[in-house]
């Protein structure tokens, strides 16, 4: 799927409102992949609630799973998008070094644009074979004068680096899955996605398990105070501690060093 937008800002005195020659898009937890290539002036991409800008000669990537917002500012924004589905998309775009982001991308190839505009309107195999060709063309242009912010990894890879990071860190209050994501130079939700693809847990599922196995181990072989131990394993208030222990274990930490009997898990992370 392929447009071609011009958007522009309109005063009429009353209020500011932002006026386009096609729909001015808003995502919300989109489910393809959307490329966005800048021809002229300046746009915003809001990716987790920040506006990134996107000017001529760059390129925004959308992930699916994302809330994303796309607007003009005050000055004629053109722009071509194109988007990549299918159960291979992510994979296919990560190959090329691409993650969610924004990407100095050298000029838009006009013609090539085009040209895969014309070939998706019509139908049929043939031309369908044709449109994936263009739009893998277009992949490798962007590519080519982009800058990845990382080699793509496997996903067993990823999440591998991500455990360790994980073994290290959380005991940290402060960590969490946006701190993972940035020491790992990933996108959040790309991370999410691998992650629960590898391990069936949620990233923070998988943090929150481990700090309750820890506070399990300190309750039962240590002689610290509740307090203590929530600090220890990542928890700055006691109290929050002490609910999230109960909603694993479905018993209060005071409870279990007084029955001091081994305790599993009530459900899955």
């Known amino acids: 799927m392929l447009g ?19 729909p001015l898009f808003a995502f919300f937890k989109i489910d393809h992949i959307i ?44 722009y071509c998008w194109w988007t990549i589905d299918g ?22 190839p ?24 263009i739009a893998y063309e277009l992949l490798s242009c962007a590519a080519k004068y982009s800058v990845p912010r990382r080699t793509s990894l496997t996903d067993e890879a990823l999440v591998n680096e991500a455990i360790n990071t994980i073994l290290t860190s959380w005991q940290d209050p402060d960590f969490g899955v946006e701190m993972l994501a940035k020491a790992l130079r990933t996108h959040r939700s790309t991370l999410a ?6 391990t069936n847990s949620t990233v923070i599922g998988y943090i929150n398990s481990l700090r309750m196995r820890n506070a399990m181990q300190m309750l039962k072989h240590s002689q610290l105070p509740i307090k203590q131990i929530a600090s220890r394993c990542g928890f700055r208030d006691p109290n929050y501690f002490a609910r999230k222990f109960k909603t694993h274990y479905a018993i209060l930490p005071s409870e279990f060093i007084r029955k001091g009997e081994s305790i599993k898990p009530q459900h899955g992370e």
């Open 4 to 22: 071609l937008c011009v958007a522009f800002h309109h005063d009429n005195k009353a209020r500011n409102t932002v006026k386009v020659q096609c």
């Open 35 to 78: 490329f966005l290539w800048g021809i002229g002036g300046t746009g915003f991409v809001e990716m987790e609630g920040q506006p990134q800008v996107l000017r001529a000669e760059s390129i925004a990537v959308l992930m699916p799973g994302d809330v994303q917002a796309i607007y003009a500012s005050d000055q004629p924004w053109e």
């Open 193 to 198: 996605r691998r992650f629960k693809k590898v």
């Open 87 to 108: 159960p291979q998309a992510e994979q296919i775009v990560t190959g090329f070094g691409f993650e969610a982001g924004v990407y100095s991308a050298g000029p838009a």
């Open 110 to 133: 006009a013609a090539l644009i085009k040209h895969l505009s014309s070939q998706i309107e019509r139908p049929g195999r043939d031309n369908e074979i044709e449109s994936a060709s």
